[in-house]
């Protein structure tokens, strides 16, 4: 375990925004994750737990208590008759274990490379792209809670995974992933191909599957041209990967231009759609390359907002709250930001 005294948020953030961490505290096992947690709660420090720092928009007034930096390893393969169980580490990179389970010749994250961030975070805001979401795959998450002060096996039904959601993003703070369980189908071709973009890319139709290295390699191809995988010489992937979900609406108030694809079936029994969130910013007034002063959207993809050194979260979020107010103006539809906005 590792304390350091002059660490920014800025340093630890794929945004770059982020003030002073009065006490960063590095933890390289599952056990010294709980021990520090336990630490800051005995002594009422304010905690923060980072993993990749992908997905966060960081105070500029910095963190006046502890951050937890986890960078916990290891990863327990278990064969079953019916699928490989992956019990993976919180700090384990994601887009690494995604080309291990790919090297493997495991089928079921390959969709998902190139996303940034560790493994403890994909359970909580249910990571998905190109078609594939972790919640078809998690078979438990282990956690400590902080409540309760010990440790939990949270099942899938207790997760309560929707769309970028989940019981662990609705109630911050109570609980710190320390474990995450999949279940992965061994074969050398992936699930059949749900996405049409990648589809496309491959060169198969939509259901068909492909060899897990090819479907991949596509999705890098794909994620680069959008500056959506993290490169630190790239100034488009200074950004936390698409900044709003794609709004989810009944069928009746659609907007007629804006691609869509079906969502179920509302609480209110209605049909829903799911609307192109870049779509509704490209064509609200905020298109690729649209800056003010050092932040603004990526050059490569209008659903990602970057920043430029230097900049603050003030900014951003400022920035991001006139994108939020011309698609709503424009379309009638309001925008969800998909990152957490950490306040102390």
Known sequence: MLERRDARLADL???GVGGPIDRLVEVA???ELVAAVRDADDAGRPLLVLGGGSNIVAPDSGWPGDVVLVRSRGVTRTDTADAVQLEVEAGEDWDALVALTVAEQLAG???LSGIPG???????????AYGQEVAALITAVRVWDRTARTERVLMPAELAFSYR???????PGVFVVLSVTFALRASDSSSPVSYAELAKKLGV????TAPLAQVRDAVLELRRGKGMVWDPADPDTRSAGSFFTNPVVPVGTAVPECPSWPAGIGADGAAQVKLSAAWLVQYSGYGKGTRAGRVGTSSRHSLALTTEPGATAAELMAFAGEVVSAVRTQFGVTLVPEPTQVRP
């Not at 560790?118 to 998905?128: C, E, I």
């Not at 139709?205 to 068909?208: A, R, T």
């Open 29 to 31: 096992t599952r056990a």
């Open 205 to 208: 139709e939509l259901g068909d």
């Open 118 to 128: 560790s493994t403890g975070a994909t359970p909580v805001q249910n990571v998905g």
């Open 165 to 171: 959601d989940s019981m662990l993003k609705q109630r």
């Open 109 to 111: 994250m390959e969709a």
């Open 13 to 15: 953030t794929t945004l």
